[in-house]
């Protein structure tokens, strides 16, 4: 079969194949719009044109990448470009130009298309890989700045970490690299040997045992990824007979506008089943800041707690109020709420789900409550 290499893209491209063909275009054009006729106009019908033929996460990213930007400043005429969301770009066309073109017979090509599955398919594929790099997930070893540079150097990359948050470095460096580049990265990097027995050393740990640790978790992140965007199954929640649209239908809108994020947040990321654990991270934080509310009245945390609770048990009973805020925040200082938790008994995603929606129906009165008297005080007229 006739070939052409294409200097920009790195690819063999076939003659016969219109995708690659399009994709090499879309390439060549980017870097054109770039480079000689800078405008978000022309960067929104380029996306108009190729976004059609992308997917999943691919998708999600060329959407939101601001490549050429007007300027802030009246007095200044040129675009402002940024070469960090053109690379995610022409990552995304490379990584579905190879999945195109890639011999599905070879062993080597079979992993790199399972590991860009879990990329395309989880939108947060690159901060949880940053996680285990940098050791946030405590799975893997914990890497400093000065060990996050030589990470990167021992791979033949020439970036200096210099003070960023770590795992937001990381997780740029990863847009930025094909999915030939992360396999390599992860198999000669991640998983290097001398990591796992080094950092077991310092530690005073098993080092099979971390390493094997660290395996078993890196599956479960692709696996999980693969199936992120699965169908969710309700089963599981209505069978608790919960009204979950009222629920979820009623949105937190009190005068704390973190707590309204939080209690926002959880809410959104349920519905993800990989998100499940984070969900629930999200809604005990919002727990947890609900019992400061009147801190700004000079209460300490349990003199807010016990005013919420009498506001919320008024024509009820505030001993079942008080004993309820009692058990929820037992069942969270015992069990493992937060991923770093590694000391607490972990829950069933069976058990998350139930603790979940039994948060959220608390959390949901104690708004009901809230919003009544802030309009009280609101309403001076």
């Not at 275009?25 to 992308?54: F, G, H, T």
């Not at 070893?141 to 948050?165: A, C, D, V, W």
């Not at 199954?233 to 005068?255: G, H, I, P, R, Y």
Request: glycine share 2%.
């Amino acid at each position: 079969m006739e070939t052409i290499n294409d200097g920009d893209i790195g690819l063999k491209i076939m003659k016969e194949n219109p995708e690659i063909k399009f994709l090499t275009e879309a390439y060549k054009k980017l870097n054109r719009i770039y480079d000689k006729n800078p405008s978000p106009d022309n960067i929104k019908k380029w996306k108009d044109n190729v976004l059609p033929k992308l997917s999943g996460s691919a998708k999600i990213k060329v959407s939101r990448v601001e490549v050429i930007r007007f300027p802030q400043s009246s007095y200044v005429f040129a675009m402002d470009k940024d070469e960090h969301e053109k690379k995610i770009v022409e990552t995304v066309l490379r990584d579905t130009a190879f999945k195109i073109n890639a011999d599905k017979k070879s062993k080597e090509n079979f992993k790199i298309l399972k590991l860009l599955k879990a990329r395309e398919e989880n939108i947060d594929f690159e901060i949880q890989l940053a996680e285990m790099i940098c050791g946030d997930n405590t799975k893997f070893p914990y890497r400093s700045s000065k060990y996050l540079t030589e990470f990167f150097q021992n791979l033949g990359y020439n970036y200096i970490h210099s003070g960023e948050t770590r795992k937001y470095w990381v997780k740029d460096i990863l847009d930025e690299l094909n999915i030939k580049e992360i396999h390599t990265l992860v198999s000669t990097g991640l998983f290097r040997k001398k990591y796992f027995i080094d950092f077991a050393k310092e530690n005073n740990l098993n080092h099979n045992k971390l390493f094997q640790g660290a395996a078993k978790e890196f599956k479960e992140f692709i696996q999980n990824s693969i199936t992120a965007n699965e169908v969710f199954d309700l089963s599981s929640v209505l069978d608790m007979n919960v009204n979950v649209e009222l629920l979820f239908d009623n949105v937190a809108n009190t005068q704390d506008i973190e707590l309204n994020k939080l209690i926002e947040e959880a809410k959104e990321r349920f519905f993800n089943p990989n998100d499940k654990q984070v969900a629930l991270e999200k809604l005990w934080d919002a727990f947890e800041r609900l019992k400061t509310y009147f801190a700004h009245e000079g209460l300490k945390k349990n003199q807010s707690a016990d005013q919420l609770t009498t506001i919320i048990s008024q024509q009820f009973d505030k001993e079942f109020i008080d004993e309820e805020f009692t058990k929820l925040t037992k069942i969270g200082n015992n069990y493992r709420i937060r991923h770093h938790e590694a000391d607490k008994q972990e829950l069933t995603q069976v058990h998350i789900n139930y603790l979940f929606f039994r948060m959220l129906s608390l959390i949901d009165l104690c708004l009901v409550f809230l919003r009544e008297k802030e309009n009280e005080e609101i309403d001076i007229f």
